[in-house]
């Protein structure tokens, strides 16, 4: 069983950064984000595996990094330039992979909204 608890999310306007953190209970091969808009179904933004190798969306590529401090439990979202399409509910993911996406077990999500 995998808990995740995330953080970080809040309003910016465009152009600026934020940080979002999951902490981590339990083991997964992958660690993920996702994001949501209520007009919107589920999708992938970035994924890590357990060597610490990446795969993004392209719409985020160059803006948005993932990253996991193994030795807190942790896993990051740094998004810098945003832009108010990236408005949307982001979830911290756990499990296996399907295809390119890290999905299994979902955290309760934070907020991030980007206003022009």
């Known amino acids: 069983q995998v808990q995740l608890a995330e953080s970080g999310g809040g309003s910016v306007q465009s152009g600026g950064s934020l940080r979002l953190s999951c902490a981590v209970s339990?083991?997964?091969?992958?660690m993920g984000w996702f994001r949501q808009t209520p007009e919107s179904s589920r999708e992938g933004v970035a994924a890590?595996?357990?060597?610490?190798?990446?795969s993004y969306r392209e719409s985020v590529k160059g803006r948005f990094t993932i990253s996991q401090d193994n030795a807190k439990n942790t896993l990051y979202l740094q998004m810098n330039s945003l832009e108010p399409g990236d408005t949307a509910m982001y979830y911290c993911?756990?499990?296996?992979?399907?295809?390119?996406?890290?999905?299994?077990?979902w955290g309760q999500g934070t907020q991030v909204t980007v206003s022009s």
């Open positions: 890590i595996d357990s060597d610490g190798n990446t």
């Open positions: 993911t756990a499990g296996r992979f399907v295809g390119r996406e890290c999905v299994g077990y």
């Open positions: 339990g083991y997964s091969n992958c």
